[in-house]
């Protein structure tokens, strides 16, 4: 009985993307499954640092091998292609088609940059912004008032003084700050002389009158692979439909971690696209997978978001706290102290991966993430 327990236990699960999510996911799974993760690069990149990176930041990514030494999770480095969810296989462009028995689609999100050619930058194209602030001053657009327009404009403007940065948004600055975080915002933008432009409805980058056009506005699923395989997919969002477990509404088969699920909590409500959510639903879609293997119905996922954090330049913060639905409280943190609690934030990100690669089941005990 024990030899069939075991044996059951180590189903083959394949992973499809390597960011947040997906290595939580992976790591959490490693000591009960056969893991074959799939993503194209040997690098793991922390994405809430791309702003750093474009402002020059020598480095903002860490060895993937380095990350899953000693885990027995298989990396392969290629881009899946094709996913068949009838024949439970996945295609790949480096020829290898893989077979799983469970599934976790992982493959995030990027930013439409609205116009081609030298001038459109996204958060993901940070290394080629990076040298095209570096060939000369000039005017800099940022497109986009949410935490992540605020944060790169922000860090360009302090790091490169010599180039003129505007903000440009079609709603208010910091809309789902309280009024003091949006007044924080603002005196720290006006002291590093980004110009706020409210009110202003960008369709492309031929539109904005720049030497060089950065979009952060709204992120958009890669959905392209669950797209063409048939799973539903939230018709506006291109997220992937999950029950309340992760689980595909269509193909239960196939749990869905980070920006790729359409993903709701009793007290979260609709679950944003951010780090926040990629770690704890990465480690739920790996412990439900455990669930299921184990003979048990999985639990639903149990969220609620705590906080906000937003840095402003390398001397300067906002730590927003919020209710469990996201929605603010008016009190703040601000100015060094602030800026110092979001480096721990952003460095607990990494810190809590490689605990995963350590001793797997103690992310399950951290609040908000196991």
Do not use: N
Request: hydrophobic share 45%.
């Amino acid at each position: 009985m024990k030899i069939v327990a075991k044996q059951r236990l180590r189903q083959k699960v394949v992973v499809l993307g390597g960011g947040y999510a997906g290595m939580m996911a992976a790591l959490r799974l490693a000591p009960y499954a056969r893991v074959t993760l799939v993503d194209p690069g040997d690098r793991f990149t922390e994405r809430v640092r791309l702003h750093e990176l474009a402002a020059g930041r020598p480095e903002v990514s860490h060895s993937r091998a380095q990350m899953l030494r000693g885990t027995g999770i298989e990396h392969l480095a290629a881009r899946a292609t094709a996913l068949d969810p009838a024949a439970r296989a996945v295609h790949t462009d480096c020829g290898r088609t893989l077979l799983y028995d469970r599934l976790v689609y992982a493959l995030g999100s990027h930013t439409d940059p609205r116009g081609a050619g030298e001038r459109s930058f996204t958060a993901e194209s940070a290394p080629a912004l990076h040298k095209r602030l570096l060939d000369g001053p000039g005017a800099l657009a940022v497109v986009g008032g949410g935490l992540t327009g605020i944060e790169m404009a922000g860090e360009l403007a302090e790091s490169h003084p010599e180039w003129e940065v505007r903000l440009l948004t079609g709603g208010e600055i910091g809309g789902g700050l309280s009024a003091r975080g949006r007044a924080h915002v603002r005196t720290v933008l006006d002291r590093l002389h980004v110009r706020v432009e409210e009110g202003r409805r960008i369709a492309d980058a031929d539109s904005v009158d720049a030497d060089a056009v950065v979009w952060t506005t709204a992120l958009r699923a890669t959905d392209g692979l669950a797209r063409d395989a048939g799973l539903d997919l939230d018709l506006v969002t291109g997220r992937i439909r999950v029950d309340a477990a992760l689980r595909s509404v269509s193909h239960p088969d196939i749990y869905v971690a980070g920006d790729a699920a359409a993903a709701r909590a009793p007290r979260a409500g609709a679950l944003r696209m951010a780090c926040a959510t990629a770690l704890p639903t990465g480690a739920h879609a790996a412990g439900a997978i455990i669930a299921e293997s184990r003979g048990a119905e999985p639990k639903p996922l149990s969220f609620g978001f705590f906080v906000q954090c937003v840095s402003l330049g390398r001397h300067d913060g906002l730590i927003q706290p919020v209710r469990a639905d996201d929605t603010p409280r008016e009190r703040v943190l601000t100015g060094r102290p602030a800026a110092r609690v979001k480096e721990q934030v952003v460095r607990s990100t990494v810190r809590f991966l490689k605990l995963a690669a350590r001793r797997p089941d103690a992310i399950r005990l951290i609040p908000g993430v196991g």
